[in-house]
């Protein structure tokens, strides 16, 4: 079987009209990723944290950017997400010097302060895996932590994971500093 009777091609006969199209290749490149409308990166190529947050009615933008701002986070980037009636809100923020973890608990825990005034009790819809592991192991509900904290910490983290499925943590890393980023719900 022959594909190509005759093999012999002068390559060299188009090199610069080659160059030419290579060169504008790379710059055509170069503009994505520097120019005005850069590639929209994700926290696995940018680094940071990247929240999904669901409310009960529609969320106002500008006062979650302002929330957000006071709290020292002014450069995080806030946009709806989905479909207009599930009401959810994306939320990036930026890998910080110094303080790569804990932007999950910073963004959630200054929304609450301001959205969700007056609530008591504890939100299974917030909670990580995490969270409710410490919740569980302190609560002891089911009186298994006179066999040691290791039996009552295996005994809790199946029930955890089975009540948070969705939350779990996703890492990014940005040179040798990683920031966790996580899935929330919120019924704000």
Known sequence: MELFRD????????RRFWIVVSFLLVLGGVYAVFGPHRLNLGIDFAGGTQVTLGFKQ?????????????????????QRF????????????TVNKGNEEGSLEKVTAALNRELN????????????????????????????????PEAARAHYEPMAAAISPCWGS???ARRSAASSAGRASSPW
Do not use: C, W
């Open 7 to 14: 093999t012999h091609f002068d390559f060299m006969k188009y």
């Open 58 to 78: 529609t969320p106002d933008l500008d006062r979650i950017r302002g929330v957000l701002k006071r709290e020292g986070m002014g450069a995080a980037e806030i």
């Open 82 to 93: 989905g479909d207009p009636k599930a009401n959810q809100v994306i939320v990036k923020t």
């Open 117 to 148: 005034q007056g609530q008591t009790g504890f939100d299974l819809n917030q909670a990580s895996s995490d969270t409710l592991i410490a919740f569980l192991l302190q609560a002891d509900p089911d009186k298994v932590g006179a066999q040691g």
């Open 170 to 172: 996703r890492t990014s």
